[in-house]
């Protein structure tokens, strides 16, 4: 593989423009960047992560699985990124959507169901994975606007609706394999007429 690039500043965006991969010069706000954007803020926090699951992988065996499914995922974010960049790319394909099925399947089997709503908390492994599913929707809610503007292909929508809800569901796991209670939703207490 070649070099992707030679130099970092173009100065070409000082203006508040970007260029897109198929030369089109849209500005820094339009839909188009604004999706690439939160997918790229949710991929550097699932980095986090996968990195903050490494490092507590030793004391928590259970986490790897996690880590071998979550991996892929950022590799992923960067192809649907591309199809955001270059829109006549197709990287992602259904089978992508159908893994992120499979593993919230098999997940929830061992979760069982959930008995009331949950606060992202109990540990910083929980609330990072909580992070990552409320950016995922940000990113599923830019996705969509585009959507509406522009037309995009339909698995990238999927993947990323998808991925929010893997990663609550591995919030869940997370929780269950480090022996953490998951921090119950209480409503608010109602005052007495």
């Given at each position: 593989?070649g ?7 173009t ?12 030369g ?36 928590c065996?259970?986490l ?15 192809d ?9 790319y197709?990287?992602?394909q ?34 990072q ?12 809610r ?37 022996g ?13 007429d």
């Amino acid at each position: 593989m070649g070099y992707r690039l030679s130099k970092i500043y173009t100065r070409t965006g000082d203006a508040g423009e970007t260029g897109l991969a198929d030369g089109r010069r849209v500005p820094k706000d339009h839909p188009r960047v604004e999706a690439m954007g939160e997918l790229d803020t949710l991929n550097s926090q699932l980095g986090l992560l996968l990195a903050e699951l490494a490092e507590q992988q030793a004391a928590c065996p259970g986490l790897d699985e996690l880590i071998e499914v979550l991996a892929p995922c950022q590799h992923r974010l960067f192809d649907l990124g591309g199809e955001m960049a270059m829109p006549e790319y197709q990287a992602l394909q259904a089978h992508e959507v159908e893994r992120l099925e499979a593993a919230i399947d098999r997940w929830n089997e061992e979760l069982g169901p959930l008995q009331n709503f949950i606060l992202p908390g109990g540990s910083r492994l929980i609330a990072q994975a909580h992070m990552c599913r409320s950016l995922a929707r940000n990113a599923e809610r830019r996705c969509q606007q585009l959507n509406a503007l522009e037309p995009i292909r339909g698995v990238g929508l999927a993947y990323v609706n998808r991925l929010s809800d893997l990663l609550f569901v591995a919030a869940r796991l997370i929780a269950r394999r480090q022996g953490v209670d998951e921090v119950l939703w209480q409503a608010a207490p109602k005052q007495a007429d």
